[in-house]
């Protein structure tokens, strides 16, 4: 989270009434606690947030580091709380939100946008809704819709869960297309997307951790497991033989997981 505020704070976008959301997930939403002591440096404001809105979003606007928060949902009761109280949060449609057919959807007007994933491959395409297994864990959101349309798109995620990488020589699943992504935050460094040489030329001068995709691909092969073919369909066999998958599950997967998981 930490880095990933450095990113926002070091992107040329990081200037007064920049827009900004968050996605769900947990390293995604504790950016929104980090970005204080930048605003506060610059003396910026954001013009609106919006997304996932939780409670440290919610004291931003208190404090006056937001103008506005724009509530397509709320992830918590503070948040909700918020939208009763405060006059400058307030709900907007999923329509004013990212209908493709609407020209003023908000996805659309977004610098920033803090997203997490399951998995991304060496052409930053994100997955988001199945895991290596094949099998569907989640849905994707506004995971797309808010990547094609910001400025400056950001993946934050661990190098490893577990035993699995998250950089992947392929994804599962293509939720959000590499053309859409721009940065990947991991604790390990920093990958840009090589399409953006904007933002590798600001990071590289503000001496931020940055590696190349390959090179986090490499470290979370050293760190995690890896399985040849044969050696997953042995895993998926034992997992459906256990209960934790059906007949019905391992069939959609091929009978095994994506040769490197």
Excluded: W
Aim: hydrophobic share 40%.
């Amino acid at each position: 989270a930490e880095y990933c505020a450095r990113v926002i704070a070091k992107a040329p976008f990081f200037k007064d009434g920049f827009s900004f959301q968050t996605g769900g997930g947990g390293a995604a939403l504790a950016v929104n606690r980090m970005l204080r002591p930048y605003l506060e440096e610059k003396n910026i404001r954001m013009g609106f947030a919006i997304g996932g809105i939780t409670q440290p979003m919610c004291e931003l606007l208190e404090e006056g580091f937001v103008r506005r928060i724009v509530d397509a949902q709320c992830f918590d009761a503070a948040s909700v709380k918020s939208v009763e109280n405060d006059p400058g949060h307030f709900e907007i449609s999923t329509s004013e939100y990212a209908n493709p057919m609407n020209k003023g959807a908000y996805v659309n007007r977004l610098d920033y946008v803090v997203l997490g994933a399951l998995e991304i491959d060496l052409d930053f395409n994100v997955n988001v809704v199945t895991g290596s297994d094949g099998v569907v864990r989640g849905a994707p959101g506004g995971h797309p819709d808010t990547s094609a349309g910001s400025n400056c798109s950001i993946i934050v995620a661990p190098l490893l869960r577990s035993r699995i990488p998250t950089v992947c020589d392929r994804v599962v699943t293509v939720t959000t297309p590499g053309e859409c992504v721009d940065v990947l935050v991991t604790d390990y460094g920093i990958a840009v997307n090589p399409l953006r040489q904007d933002l590798l030329g600001a990071f590289r001068e503000a001496g931020l951790p940055l590696k190349t995709i390959e090179e986090l691909r490499e470290v979370s092969a050293e760190l995690g497991l890896e399985l040849s073919p044969e050696k997953e369909a042995a895993f998926m066999a034992v997992r459906t033989a256990e209960g934790e998958l059906t007949e019905q599950q391992l069939d959609a997967t091929g009978g095994g997981a994506h040769p490197v998981v």
